[in-house]
């Protein structure tokens, strides 16, 4: 089978590409290379329909000394289909342009497919508001690759395009860098998490806690009874939405000290009802309240949005001094992957003094973590 060898090793869209086609077969000397198949909108795709089912790329003596450069215009799958050859010259002919002087062909060996993949430039929203940023990173086939500024034209898995101050603070972050580092080499399917495992777990643990009173977390029992029941399971976007979204408002309502959930008090007054917490006159858990975020299964990211921001606020209240003593059985499993970064974003936005990220002064960051400054 003819094989192929690339600079860069992994190349992207509208960047030079160098193929350094090697043959295989014994006695090979020749070779063609057809593409048969390429991302919908390429130039290529164009070529096949036009080209009886295939395009010709590449047809020499291949090795080092002869490539095949192109610039791929779409990132994807591209196969290719390879045919090697055995090539002479004859006897010579007997006069001059006698055909029987041309070089003989041979086919060596079947024809061979090969996929070939071009890394697809990717981007999903972080933030809420007008906090905003944006996760840069390439996939080639099924896993997240990192890209070089002097190589591809850019440095990824990033955190770019911040909207605000805030958010550029947020993107340098160390824990936020760093997350984004952690993407590199990864599968793709695994690094966006199993959001429904994910917030059942949740929903679980939160539940667990909540329910417990009589001195041991809290001073009454906060009764969860319509989360576990009716919302574990969720596979779809749909109901991890759904799911996500009651957790959220049951939680808000929880650390404001308002009424238990059951048959009796359906009405959850905001505050009111049975005393949850109640330690050194501390009742509300304002300082670990949620931002802003709705998760919405027509907006995949306000879903790892407002997980993130639920695992950041949860977590710091489980401990909080609010409560008899602290919860440390309830603990949320840490994430990993894109959840992670969503999470260590959102904690940046919620931070009442943001840790100043490399090259920023801790007044400046306060100023614009805390008053909404703008530098200017």
């Given at each position: ?5 690339y600079v860069?090793t992994?190349p992207?869209?509208n960047?030079?590409c160098?193929v350094?086609?090697?043959l295989q077969?014994?006695?090979s000397?020749?070779v ?7 991302p ?20 020499g003596?291949?090795?080092i ?9 779409r990132?994807?799958?591209y ?28 086919k ?6 090969d996929?070939f993949?071009?890394m ?39 955190v770019?395009?911040w ?19 952690a993407?590199i ?20 643990k939160?539940?667990?806690?909540a329910?417990n ?5 809290h001073q ?19 109901g ?5 979204n ?11 000290n308002s ?40 907006d995949?990211?306000?879903i ?7 695992w ?8 909080a001094a ?7 059985t ?12 969503h ?6 936005l919620?931070?009442?003094?943001p ?14 973590g ?7």
């Open positions: 089978m003819t094989d192929y060898s860069p992994l992207i869209a960047r030079p160098t350094f086609v090697q077969g014994p006695s000397n020749y063609r290379v057809w593409c048969v198949a390429a919908e909108g390429s130039s290529l795709a164009s070529r096949i329909t036009s080209g009886n089912s295939r395009a010709l790329v590449y047809e003596v291949a090795g000394n002869a490539p095949w450069r192109f610039t791929f215009d990132g994807g799958r196969q290719l289909l390879s045919q090697e050859y055995i090539q002479d010259g004859g006897w010579g002919g007997g006069y001059e342009d006698d055909p029987r002087g041309a070089p003989t062909e041979t060596n060996g079947d024809a061979e497919t996929d993949y071009v697809q430039r990717m981007t999903q929203q972080l933030g809420v508001g007008d906090d905003r940023a944006t996760l840069l990173l390439y996939v080639g086939n099924t896993t997240i690759r990192q890209t070089l500024l002097a190589v591809h034209g850019e440095n990824s898995p990033a770019t395009g909207t605000s101050d805030r958010a550029a603070a947020a993107a340098k972050l160390a824990a936020v860098t760093s997350a984004a580092a993407l080499d990864t599968s793709a399917a695994t690094s966006l998490g199993s959001l429904g495992s994910i917030v059942d777990a949740m929903i679980g939160f539940v667990a806690h329910n009173g009589g001195g041991t977390w009454n029992a906060d009764s969860q009874t319509d989360l576990g029941a009716n919302y574990v399971g969720s596979t779809a976007l749909v991890i939405a759904s799911a996500i009651k957790l959220r408002l049951r939680f808000s309502q929880h650390i404001q009424k238990e959930n059951d048959a009796t008090h359906p009405e959850y007054q905001i505050p009111g009802g049975i005393t949850i917490h109640d330690q050194s006159s501390l009742k509300f858990d304002l300082k670990n309240a949620l931002l802003p975020v709705t998760a919405d299964a027509n995949p990211p306000s790892y949005a407002a997980i993130g921001d639920f950041r606020a949860y977590e710091a209240h489980r401990t609010m409560h008899e003593t602290s919860d440390t309830n603990t949320l499993t840490a994430l990993t992957g894109i959840p992670l970064l999470k260590e974003f959102m904690a940046s919620a931070a009442i003094a840790t100043p990220p490399p090259g920023q002064s801790t007044g400046a960051a306060t100023l614009i805390t008053g909404g400054f703008v530098e200017t």
